[in-house]
């Protein structure tokens, strides 16, 4: 064979193998997606309790912002880092912890990919009277 076959070949069997690489990855994120559908199907709003919010929150550890970015949410039924970052004029950083804490708080769901969180108060009073019965304690 002459050259020029030879690195064709060779060429063609790397760009075949990189195919099927390529293939066996996207099976494996195909499973895990629907893995993770399956889970989040059988997500319901979370059983928080008093004491629960308190050890992992903790009233000392909330942002000053907690409850501002809390009723932001719930008004406007949508939530993100980015979301609550352009509204409130904060950093990226300090959103996304705020986020964390309204996720413990049990006051948004779990991340979903690239699907907003669920908020789980619809109404501003609800909330106002969860924040409160928070700050009780």
């Known amino acids: 064979m002459n050259l020029f076959i030879k690195i064709f070949l060779k060429h063609r069997n790397v760009i075949a193998k990189k195919s099927k690489e390529t293939r066996i990855n996207t099976t494996r994120v195909e499973k895990q997606q629907q893995v993770t559908k399956t889970n989040s199907n059988d997500y319901s709003s979370p059983d928080v309790t008093e004491t629960s919010v308190k050890h992992k929150v903790g009233l000392k550890d909330k942002d000053d912002l907690f409850e501002d970015a809390a ?59 969860y924040l409160n019965s928070l700050n009780e304690n």
């Open 71 to 129: 009723r932001l949410v719930v008004r406007y039924q949508q939530t993100s880092a980015t979301f609550i970052q352009r509204n409130m004029a904060i950093g990226y950083n300090r959103s996304s912890r705020i986020i964390d804490q309204l996720e413990i708080a049990g006051i948004v769901g779990p991340y979903e990919r690239s699907k907003t969180r669920q908020v789980f108060f619809t109404d501003e009073y609800s909330l106002e009277e």
